[in-house]
């Protein structure tokens, strides 16, 4: 979870789940495009997204609206001080923990020998074992508590006495859970799970003895009003200082004053915290958890009608792992699963209807039933939410979301999406009924369609009229042209090489990988000196057993300077996708062109991270960057995956080598425009659901049914408006919808319409210099310079403002894009 949905929470808050200081990036919500018109399957499920940054929240402090609050998230308090020229020989032998002494403490075996806390540049994925996690960190926490009470006797209102003092302690505590985090989503196993949930509380609390300190929070505050100080500080340090004092507010740092119930109020603050933590862990496993236990195994080959041979093979092969036949993708049996790589194709292109309303059952109903029922989660969860967003002073969580995004209120994403509605709403009715004529002529088709007809009839649809499938055209893309193509486009973009770390050098070096498929690239400057800038993970291929689906970004290492020397530590990333594995040795991974546009968007988040020029660790990259601008980067890069040029790079066919025929490549270009308006409408949804759910909405009391409207009824209600097509009486998506009930896209889903805004017209100044090659380069170096460059340091409305030249965005490129006719010039 950016999604698509896609969401970044830190490693350490994604398991504490609850971090005042340690705030959330982009977490490991799955993040897919949620533009894809393909993978809108009736309303099952929104594409899946990850997540990004925690909402930060606006604080009431003693009865009074506090003054000096601004958009934006809390930022992580860091530290360390590691430089990284290129791949060191002996990386292993360094502690991450480079500042050991600067409190003592660290008398713990386990900061010697624990292989999650002994790294310093790259982790040793080879040595970490599920029983090194409870050790570590027990060792850290116990270390980061002790060294930050003895600190916070001395802190001061300056920079060093203050962020100076305080971000070693953070980045000990990032990187290894971020770690741990990273692996639980990736390398899944009962063993991990109940580590996991072992270490939870216990960052829980350290996160919110940080974000609670009353001494930390004075020197700041005393910082922020002292006029000298204030102005001896850059600007970024000024933005930093502003955000964290306002992350603290909304950590509930007021509770720690003296005051009559401040007391009571500071331990159920904090138990509210404690309890959603686990709330959140609970509700992803059980979406895991069912997602792994569906399967349909399927013995008659003619009910499979329609599957492309490609599907066919994957199904068996889901067979054999499930314990049935041989993988025989000719005679079966073969095996129908809830995982994206297989539900998206299977409901797309299998004739058996009955078939198909059994799976789109089985997704629809996902972890609602049974010891997996995420409903009661939900309720506790939003009553939960609502009680912390009352304690801070505000009407309702949503408020208290938006006050610290670009939006800034509920009022303002709800009309940019209401605007959405009125422009999509004419295309979208114009497309379900050419759907429902073409159903009827061309199918023989029953109608009114159904929502597990929607999917199918869709591409047949395309098929028809572009004349391919989309299996078709994934014969010409095959993974490892499709990433050099990217790189390709990233170099001449931005200027900067991308090159695979190979296996021989990864062995010279000892570095190794959670999995014998994952891939390291290093990222260097195009210039002469080819100057080292970053490092990323590449894991690409599905493996249901023990990986969660969707797509996403996440932060290994964060770019720092070290003040004293001068040196960069440069920036890790994990870049996580889901795409349908080789089916052999000699076969590569042919890929959907939604798993094109995927990889590119989540190679967008990647470059915000890697070309950061932010020194500052608490804003470097993708961290500060408001949640409704942070998905700009990701959403920036798909639109070169449709353009002529890249799209004739990137294809060949699989087995022939020959370049994708025009007339395939038109409909490739044309794909996104094609039933635009249903894909946009199911984001609307999805986006005015989440809002309702955490404005309006007063959750069932725990164990009731009868009072007031279930979750699903709300649901139900806002379909009347955006579902062209009305979902079921059994609909239970709610269930797993894990943007914003296991991840950080609570009152945030809208963030990805409202980015859309601003990656489309950021693109339109490329496309503006259509018919200069020079001023195009210009344009993309200069969207480097700013947009991939600043990172959290800048208000993204100056980001915007220096990059394109004007304060306004404007929404026609959108509209253009996608097909459809423009309501307003602007927003």
């Not at 305080?166 to 990736?186: C, F, K, N, W």
């Not at 129908?336 to 629809?364: G, I, W």
């Not at 891939?519 to 400057?525: A, H, L, P, S």
């Amino acid at each position: 979870m950016l999604r698509s949905i896609t969401s970044f929470t830190t490693s350490s808050q994604r398991l504490a789940a609850a971090s005042p200081h340690v705030r959330q990036l982009r977490s490991c919500m799955p993040r897919m495009s949620a533009r894809n018109n393909s993978s809108f399957i009736g309303l099952g499920q929104p594409a899946p997204l990850r997540s990004r940054v925690q909402p930060s929240r606006r604080l009431q402090l003693m009865g009074s609206a506090s003054k000096h609050l601004i958009s934006g998230a809390p930022l992580t308090i860091r530290r360390a001080l590691a430089t990284l020229s290129d791949i060191p020989s002996n990386y292993k032998k360094s502690s991450s923990v480079s500042n050991a002494t600067l409190s003592g403490g660290k008398d713990s075996p386990e900061f010697t020998t624990n292989p999650i806390l002994t790294w310093n540049e790259f982790p040793d994925f080879g040595a970490i074992k599920p029983e090194h996690v409870v050790p570590a960190m027990e060792a850290l926490v116990q270390y980061v508590e002790k060294a930050f009470t003895e600190r916070s006797q001395n802190f001061t209102p300056t920079w060093e006495g203050t962020m100076g003092m305080t971000q070693d302690l953070d980045d000990d505590l990032e990187r290894a859970s971020g770690v741990i985090t990273h692996l639980s989503m990736v390398k899944d196993s009962p063993e991990l799970r109940k580590a996991v949930e072992e270490i939870q509380p216990m960052l829980v609390k350290i996160s919110l003895k940080m974000g609670q300190s009353l001494e930390f929070y004075d020197a700041l505050v005393k910082m922020r009003n002292d006029e000298k100080t204030w102005n001896s500080l850059d600007k970024e340090q000024q933005r930093i200082v502003d955000k964290t004092i306002q992350g603290m507010r909304l950590s509930g740092v007021a509770f720690g004053l003296e005051g009559e119930g401040n007391a009571e109020k500071r331990k159920r603050f904090n138990e509210i915290q404690e309890r959603k933590a686990q709330l959140n862990l609970k509700f992803s496993n059980n979406v895991l958890d069912a997602t792994k236990a569906y399967v349909k195994i399927i013995e008659n080959k003619a009910d499979l009608d329609g599957c492309p041979k490609s599907l066919m093979q994957s199904m068996a092969k889901n067979a054999q792992a499930k314990g049935h036949g041989t993988g025989d993708a000719e005679n079966g049996p073969w095996a129908v699963t809830l995982d994206h790589p297989t539900f998206v194709p299977f409901m797309m292109n299998v004739k058996n209807r009955e078939l198909r309303e059994t799976v789109y059952y089985a997704q629809l109903k996902k972890a609602s039933e049974g010891e997996q029922d995420n409903e009661p989660i939900i309720n506790e969860i939003l009553s939960l939410r609502k009680e912390e967003s009352a304690m801070l002073g505000f009407p309702s969580f949503g408020a208290m979301s938006l006050s610290k995004k670009m939006a800034s209120k509920v009022e303002t994403a709800t009309d940019i999406l209401d605007r959405l509605y009125k422009a999509t709403l004419p295309a979208a009715k114009r497309e379900l009924e050419e759907l429902t004529e073409f159903a009827k002529q061309r199918l023989n088709h029953p109608t009114p369609l159904r929502p597990w007809d929607v999917s199918f009839v869709g591409e047949e649809y395309r098929k028809d009229r572009f004349k391919y499938s989309a299996d078709q055209i994934s014969e010409y893309l095959v993974f490892p042209r499709v990433i050099d193509t990217l790189f390709e486009v990233s170099k001449d973009s931005f200027g900067i090489h991308v090159s695979e770390v190979d296996a021989a050098e990864q062995a010279k070096t000892g570095l190794t990988t959670w999995h014998k498929d994952v891939k390291i690239y290093k990222v260097q400057d195009d210039g002469p000196e080819k100057k080292l800038l970053a490092y990323f993970y590449g894991d690409f291929y599905a493996r249901s057993e023990e990986k969660r689906s969707g797509a996403w970004m996440d932060v290994c290492v964060t770019r720092m300077k070290d003040p004293s020397t001068g040196n960069v530590r440069v920036p890790i990333a994990y870049m996580i996708c889901n795409q349908p594995p080789p089916l052999s040795d000699s076969e590569p991974s042919r890929m959907k062109f939604q798993d094109v546009t995927t990889l590119f968007h989540e190679f967008g988040h990647c470059l915000q991270h890697m070309l950061t020029t932010v020194d500052y660790p608490q804003a470097s990259g993708i961290k500060g960057v408001e949640w409704d601008f942070v998905e700009v980067a990701s959403q920036f890069m798909e639109n070169f995956a449709y353009e002529p040029q890249w799209l004739d790079r990137m294809s060949r066919h699989y087995k022939t080598n020959e370049p994708m025929p025009q007339d395939m490549k038109e409909t490739v270009m044309k794909s996104r425009q094609c039933l635009a308006g249903m894909a946009m409408m199911r984001q609307i949804h999805f986006a005015t659901l989440d809002l309702e759910l955490h404005t309006n909405y007063t959750p069932r009391a725990k164990d009731s049914t009868k009072d007031g409207d279930s979750v699903f009824d709300v649901d139900r209600r806002i379909a009347q408006k955006t579902c062209l097509v009305p979902p079921v009486p059994e609909d239970r998506f709610l269930c797993s919808f894990s943007h914003i009930f296991g991840g950080g896209y609570a009152a945030g889903y809208y963030s990805y319409k409202y980015s859309e805004l601003y990656s489309a017209d950021a693109y339109a100044a490329l496309e503006e210099q259509a018919q200069s090659e020079d001023s195009r380069k210009r344009i993309g170096r200069k969207y480097r310079d700013t947009v991939l460059a600043y990172g959290g340091a800048t208000d993204p409305r100056q980001v915007w403002k220096e990059f394109r030249g004007r304060d306004d965005v404007q929404v026609d490129a959108l509209l253009r894009h996608s097909g459809l006719t423009s309501a307003s010039a602007s927003a």
